[in-house]
Nanobody
């Protein structure tokens, strides 16, 4: 089993930056695809970004392209999400996810989920 623990969330002003971290425990995630989902109040969880095991391939939701960057450090068993120029509509709970297979946009197909970290963006 893989346990994922997110950190780095908090309150930030619009157009500022925040960096989320996701530390994995239980086993190495070096062969896993990893990603970040966001859930706004009253809405479904949507994929924000994802990265394959070698960092050679990444996916971003159209709304965050050019502002968010997903990265990983397999030696530290950690995944990051750098979020720049945050918008108020991007606030919500951010979840770190992992799976052995290839990247997928479907929330139900990710095997491992963290507990989430709250990001609040004030306008």
């Amino acid at each position: 089993q893989v346990q994922l623990v997110e950190s780095g969330g908090g309150l930030v002003q619009a157009w500022c930056s925040l960096r989320l971290s996701c530390a994995a425990a239980g086993r190495t995630i070096s062969s896993y695809c990893m990603g970040w989902f966001r859930q706004a109040p009253g809405k479904e969880r949507d994929v924000v970004a994802a990265i394959n095991w070698s960092s050679s391939s990444t996916y971003y939701a159209d709304s965050v392209k050019g502002r968010f960057t997903i990265s990983r450090d397999n030696a530290k068993n950690t995944v990051y999400l750098q979020m720049n120029s945050l918008k108020p509509e991007e606030q919500g709970v951010y979840y770190c996810v992992g799976r052995r297979e290839t990247v997928t946009l479907a929330a139900t197909e990710w095997d491992y989920w963290g507990q989430g970290t709250q990001v609040t963006v004030s306008s």
